[in-house]
Nanobody, 114 residues
Framework: VQLQASGGGLVQPGGSLRLSCAAS????????MGWYRQFPGKEREFTAS???????DYADSMKGRFTISRDDAENTVYLQMNSLKPEDTAIYYC?????????WGKGTQVTVSS
């Protein structure tokens, strides 16, 4: 499974970005699709995930600002990020789980700055 993340960039505080992560490969049935983020010098931390039924789960700091969704026909998971803050600046990684294992994408940089 290969994961291609996109949609990162530079945005002003209060702005929005939409991240996408498209999966390709021989195994395309994902139990869970999600996003993590990593700050410099820190471990990756959970951001949001969605199960096969589309039910979302969010880290507390993202609730009300971020929305995760998935399109199983396109094997893609999205993260709509609104009301972005400078402290949201990080590298965002997608992660998907099949029955057997998980896979990570390469990450996309999000910078929130004026």
């Amino acid at each position: 499974v290969q994961l291609q993340a996109s949609g990162g960039g530079l945005v002003q505080p209060g702005g929005s970005l939409r991240l996408s992560c498209a999966a390709s490969g021989s195994v395309l049935e994902f139990k869970v699709m999600g996003w993590y983020r990593q700050f410099p010098g820190k471990e990756r931390e959970f951001t949001a995930s969605t199960g096969v039924d589309g039910s979302p789960d969010y880290a507390d700091s993202m609730k009300g600002r971020f929305t995760i969704s998935r399109d199983d026909a396109e094997n893609t998971v999205y993260l709509q990020m609104n009301s972005l803050k400078p402290e949201d600046t990080a590298i965002y990684y997608c992660r998907v789980f099949t029955v057997e294992r998980d896979y990570w994408g390469k990450g996309t940089q999000v910078t929130v700055s004026s």
